[in-house]
Each structure stands twice: as C-alpha cells, then as structure tokens.
C-alpha cells in the first residue's frame, strides 16, 4: 500500500531557494528593469531554474539534518501533482475552482480568457505566492496550482526522450493553457523566467 505524499502548500520562494543555494537566479528579482523593479521579491516563486539545477535544490534539502518522519523531498510526478491539483473534486471542471479563468482567480494572461468573455488582469509577471488563495480557495490550501510559475514534474514526457514534464501553466500563459490537465516539456537543461517548482515529500 502507498504511503501517500505531501505536496508543498506553495511553490519555493525566491527567499527559501537562496536559503539553500546562496544565490537568486530570478529574472523578477526586484532589481532588474521590468516589471518586479522596485518591489519586494523574497515572497516570489523562484524562477530561471531547470529541471536539473531543481534536482541541485533537493540534493542539498535532503542532506540537511531535519527530526520526524524519514522520507525524501523530490519534484512531484505528474500524476500526483494533478491528483493534488484538483483537491478531489474529480475531473470534469478545467481548473479546481471551476470553469472559468481570466486572472482573478489565479495569475495568468487574464485578457485571454478560458469559460467567459470577460477580461481580467494581466500582471506580466509573476505574483507573491499564496495571493490567490482567498478569490479561488483550494480544498486543501494549495496555493498557485493555476498559473504564476510552471512547475518542473520529476517524471519524462516520454520514455524515449529525456524532456520533463512541467504543470500548471505560467502568468504569461493564456488562461486555457493553466487548465489542470495541460501538460508542457522542456528539456532538463532549459530555464525561463516564468519556470519554477514546488517540492513533494515521500515518507519512506
């Protein structure tokens, strides 16, 4: 029998990245000339990372000393990270809070709309995470699963090649590419500014 998984509430934020890495390789780091200039940034989900500077992040974290139940934090396959998404309310409604997104309700590319013809906001960049979490809640408090960063899986797109799977859809994405079911690849080796993860816990 499985011993389940925790999934993070959150995706990793800029402040916990460099927590364990010593360094922040975020575009939106408050710093650069866009849109983040200016602001605040720790509360951020980490981006510009791949898939294998990801693996980096949690060699590191299972090498701390840490008390309570022995297990291993790694990257999400797919299926849990879907299975997590949709918080148990099965799969008929594109995304858990229902069937409409046009960035009220997560970050997303609002003025494209998916279930409605209203347009919503446009951010350009992504989002303090957790900021979603009282217009769209989650049925377990996960935060951000629609949108702001797309988030590395562990498992291939395929067996015979080596991309990685990514979920969730990115604040640039129009919002029917954030649907729970949408799947994406890149190759591990690849980064972006709107590429980001959030951990899984496995008890042994």
Wanted: proline share 5%.
């Amino acid at each position: 029998m499985s011993k389940g998984f925790w999934l993070g509430k959150y995706e990793v934020t800029q402040a916990e990245w460099r927590a364990v890495m010593g360094a922040n390789p975020s575009y939106y780091n408050g710093k650069k000339d866009n849109n983040a200039m200016g602001m605040d940034t720790w509360r951020f989900p980490v981006e510009t990372v791949s898939w294998n500077n990801c693996q980096e992040f949690l060699k590191k974290t299972n090498a701390r000393p840490r008390s309570g139940i022995k297990g291993k934090f790694k990257l999400p396959h797919e299926d849990e990270w879907e299975y997590a998404c949709r918080g148990g309310l099965g799969n008929e409604r594109p995304f858990y809070f229902g069937s409409e997104l046009n960035g009220t309700q997560a970050n997303c590319a609002g003025i494209f709309p998916y279930g409605t013809t209203t347009k919503g906001v446009y951010k350009q960049r992504p989002e303090t995470v957790g900021s979603y979490a009282v217009k769209a809640r989650h049925p377990w408090s996960l935060c951000d699963m629609h949108g702001n960063v797309c988030e590395w899986c562990d498992n291939k797109h395929k067996q015979s090649e080596d991309k990685r799977v990514m979920r969730g859809g990115f604040w640039q994405f129009h919002a029917r590419l954030c649907r729970a079911a949408a799947r994406y690849s890149f190759a591990p080796d690849t980064s972006g500014s709107d590429y980001g993860f959030r951990v899984c816990f496995r008890p042994d």
